[in-house]
């Protein structure tokens, strides 16, 4: 099995930064696509950001020139720099990847447990 553990939410004033963090771990053979997705109150779940293996990015508009998303390969990790954070920001925030368990084996999508997020006007 793969697990996804997140770190580094928190609360922060407008304006202000905060770091995710997010590894994988368990039975991996490869990671694919990892990315940041968030969920506020009352609101669907959105892409917030991802990198494919090749660190190619994309990013919400939303969030373009504030956040940055990369990671690190030998780490099986993915990182979240959120800069200029808004109220609208708040939501919970979770890592997703795209791992294959074996070579040759299909890759399948896993969900870290989400870390809050609060941004205060």
């Known amino acids: 099995q793969v697990q996804l553990v997140e770190s580094g939410g928190g609360m922060a004033q407008t304006g202000g930064s905060l770091r995710l963090s997010c590894a994988a771990s368990?039975?991996?053979?490869?990671?694919?696509?990892m990315g940041w997705y968030r969920q506020a109150p009352g609101k669907q779940r959105e892409l917030v950001a991802n990198?494919?293996?090749?660190?190619?990015?994309n990013y919400a508009d939303s969030v373009k020139g504030r956040f940055t998303i990369s990671r690190d390969n030998a780490r099986n990790t993915v990182y979240l720099q959120l800069n200029g954070l808004k109220p609208e920001d708040t939501a919970v925030y979770y890592c997703?990847?795209?791992?294959?368990?074996?070579?040759?084996?299909?890759?399948?999508?896993?969900w870290g447990q989400g870390t809050q997020v609060t941004v205060s006007s």
């Open positions: 368990g039975t991996i053979y490869r990671v694919n696509d």
């Open positions: 997703s990847a795209v791992v294959a368990m074996r070579w040759m084996g299909q890759a399948a999508r896993y």
């Open positions: 990198t494919d293996s090749d660190s190619n990015t």
